[in-house]
Each structure stands twice: as structure tokens, then as C-alpha cells.
């Protein structure tokens, strides 16, 4: 499921933007390919991030992924509700597993990401 609306990296991170703020989870299928997911480990209000480094870390059954920023800038909020209940972004990966909030450093980055149409030919293609 690919929700419209929202901006996509090849990473498998969505992005809502709200302003010169964006809020960032992963994709329905970033969970899918996962499985079930036991832990999560955030950044911290106030910490800087750089386009296309790891930022979080996502603990499944499976395996263990890094999360990268899909932009630069600053987190400014961290859903801490998933801390006590990462499986919330198996659940509703756009919805309530959201990760963090990040405040832009350069608006142009988001240039960079994919539509919903180009995030579902990538991952046809994949």
C-alpha cells in the first residue's frame, strides 16, 4: 500500500510535509519486507541529521535495519509511543508509526524524492 500525498526515498522512508517541517516513518513495504517488528531505537529531540545517513534503528524478527534521513536538518519531536511499542509501524506504518519530526535545513531536498507513482514503479522494479 502506497499512501498519496506524501514524498518517498529509495531507502524506503516516507515524508508528510508540513511546512518546514517533515515527519518521516517507513513504507508499508520497508515493514512488509522487515517482518515483525521488536524495537526501535530513535535520535534525540535536538540532534542534527544529514541527508542519507542512518538516523534510527529498526529491530525485527528478522533482522536489524538502519533508518536513513531522507533530508537534512534537526529533530525537533520523536514518537516515544513506539519505544513501548514499535509494532504500532506494522500496523499503521503511516499513521501512528511515524518515527520523528525533522525541521528542514534546505527545502530544496525534497526535489529529490519520489511521487507515490515513481516510489511504486521503483519498487516494482527492485
Known sequence: MIK???LYSKDHE???VE???VKVGI????????GDIVFIELPSVG????KGEGFAVIESVKAAADVY???SGTIVEINEELLDAPETVNNEPYDGGWLVVIQLDDEGELD???SPEEYQTFIEEE
Open 69 to 71: 534521513a531522507p533530508v
Open 27 to 34: 513504507t508499508d513495504h520497508a515493514q512488509d519486507q522487515l
Open 4 to 6: 498519496k500525498g506524501l
Open 47 to 50: 540532534d542534527s541529521v544529514s
Open 112 to 114: 529529490d524524492l519520489l
Open 14 to 16: 516516507w515524508l508528510k
Open 19 to 21: 511546512g518546514n517541517k
